[in-house]
C-alpha cells in the first residue's frame, strides 16, 4: 500500500538527506504502456500467479466514484484478471472482497500473495477492520481450487504482529503488519515476509514461519533499524543464483546517506532469500513513477509490473503497466534491462 498509517506522535526515524550517490537517469513513465485498467476502478497493488499458460493478477481495486483516490484505501478489494501474454487482460470476478461486520477484515483488503500447495492455490492477504481503519493490520488466508473462486480458511487473522519485537496498535496506537509474502525456502519451510514497523520506529522486515501453511509462528524481523520508515510490498527473486530483495517506499521514508532518496521501486542485495539484506546498499529502479512493483517470470526472462503511482508532473492514474524487462548489476542490485 501507499499509505502507511503510524502514530501521529512518533517522530521518523532521523532527518532524510539526499544522498551523493546518483544513478542513471529514470525511464519515463510513457515507456510503461498501461496493460491492466478499469474505467470504474482505480487500481494499483497487484500479485501474480502462474497456473499453465495463464497468468493470473490479483490487485488492489476500488471505485473512481470516490472521487479523491487517496479515500481508496478504505475501500479496497482484491480484484482479478487473467491472460496468457501479460499484455492482453481479461477481467474476472474480484476475488476476495471484505468480511462480514466485525471481523478482522471487514473494513478492506489490502495487499499479499498466492502460492500452490498440491493442488490448492493459497492466498495471504492484507485485512483491515473498519474500527482501526487500517491502524491495525493483520494477516488472513483463503484457499481456490481454480484460482477464481476463494474462501477463507478461518473468520480470524493466521498472522498478527508480537509486541515482544513490532509495533502494536494496542501500545503505539498503529500496526503495521501487511503485504506477505509467502514462499517455500531451501530449508522446506513455508517463510512469510511482512511490511511492519519495528519498535525503535523503523520500517522491518516482519517473518513468520510454518510447516503446513496454515499454522503459522511469528518471529522476529529479519532486519530492523533499517533507516526506511517502510518497506512496503516486500519480494525475493532469484536472478540465478543470486537472490534479491525488492521493495517500495516513499522519497520522505528514506534516513540513509548511502541510498537516494526517490519515491519508487528498490531492489537490495541479499545474501539469501531470509537475509542478511544490504539494505544500506539499496538503489530504486530507473522507472519513473512505477510504484509497488512484482517481479514475474516471462518467456523472455524476468520482468517488473507496478501500478502507476502519482508523480510531480502526473495525478494518480490507477493503472497497471506492460512488464518491464529487468537484469542483474554488478552491484547485486537489480535494474531495467538494457535495450539493442
Not at 500500500?1 to 532521523?14: E, F, K, Q, Y
Not at 496468457?84 to 487482460?89: C, V
Not at 519485537?165 to 501487511?178: L, M, N, P, Q, V
Not at 541479499?270 to 519513473?288: K, Y
Request: glycine fraction near 8%; include cysteine; proline fraction near 7%.
Amino acid at each position: 500500500m501507499v499509505a502507511m498509517v503510524c502514530s501521529p506522535s512518533r517522530s521518523r526515524p532521523g532527518r532524510p538527506r539526499i544522498c551523493a550517490l546518483r544513478l542513471a537517469p529514470t525511464t519515463p513513465h510513457e515507456r510503461c504502456h498501461i496493460v491492466i485498467d478499469d474505467p470504474q476502478r482505480w487500481i494499483w497493488d497487484s500479485w501474480y500467479a502462474k497456473d499453465g499458460d495463464d497468468y493470473h493478477a490479483f490487485f488492489l481495486a476500488a471505485p473512481r466514484s470516490l472521487g479523491d483516490p487517496d479515500q481508496r484505501h478504505w475501500s479496497a478489494v482484491a480484484a482479478h484478471a487473467v491472460s496468457t501474454d501479460l499484455r492482453e487482460w481479461r477481467h474476472l470476478p474480484d476475488a476476495l472482497v471484505p468480511g462480514e461486520p466485525g471481523r478482522f477484515d471487514d473494513q478492506a483488503i489490502w495487499t499479499g500473495s498466492v502460492v500452490k500447495d498440491g493442488d490448492v492455490w493459497r492466498m495471504f492477504y492484507t485485512g483491515i477492520d473498519a474500527t482501526t481503519r487500517g491502524a491495525r493490520q493483520r494477516v488472513g488466508h483463503a484457499i481456490s481450487h481454480d484460482l477464481v473462486t476463494w474462501t477463507r480458511v478461518s473468520p480470524d487473522p493466521v498472522a498478527i504482529a508480537d509486541a515482544r519485537w513490532y509495533s502494536t496498535y494496542d501500545r503505539e496506537g498503529a500496526e503495521a503488519f501487511r503485504d506477505p509474502w509467502v514462499f517455500r525456502h531451501t530449508d522446506g519451510r513455508w517463510h512469510m515476509l511482512v511490511t511492519a514497523t519495528d519498535l525503535f520506529g523503523h520500517g522491518c522486515i516482519g517473518h513468520a514461519t510454518s510447516d503446513d501453511l496454515l499454522t503459522w509462528v511469528v518471529e522476529e524481523p529479519l532486519a530492523i533499524k533499517t533507516g526506511f520508515l517502510q518497506l512496503e510490498v516486500l519480494q525475493v527473486h532469484t536472478f540465478g543464483e543470486t537472490p534479491v530483495l525488492f521493495f517500495s517506499c516513499l522519497e520522505t521514508d528514506i534516513s540513509l546517506d548511502t541510498v537516494e532518496r526517490r519515491t519508487g521501486y528498490y531492489s537490495a542485495p541479499a545474501e539469501s532469500a531470509l537475509g542478511p539484506f544490504a539494505l544500506d546498499r539499496a538503489e530504486p529502479m530507473n522507472v519513473d513513477g512505477i510504484y509497488a512493483g512484482r517481479v514475474v517470470e516471462t518467456p523472455d526472462g524476468p520482468a517488473m509490473m507496478g501500478f502507476r503511482n502519482v508523480t510531480a508532473t502526473r495525478p494518480f492514474e490507477g493503472v497497471i503497466g506492460a512488464p518491464i524487462p529487468l537484469e542483474l548489476t554488478s552491484r547485486g542490485t537489480v535494474n531495467v534491462r538494457a535495450t539493442p
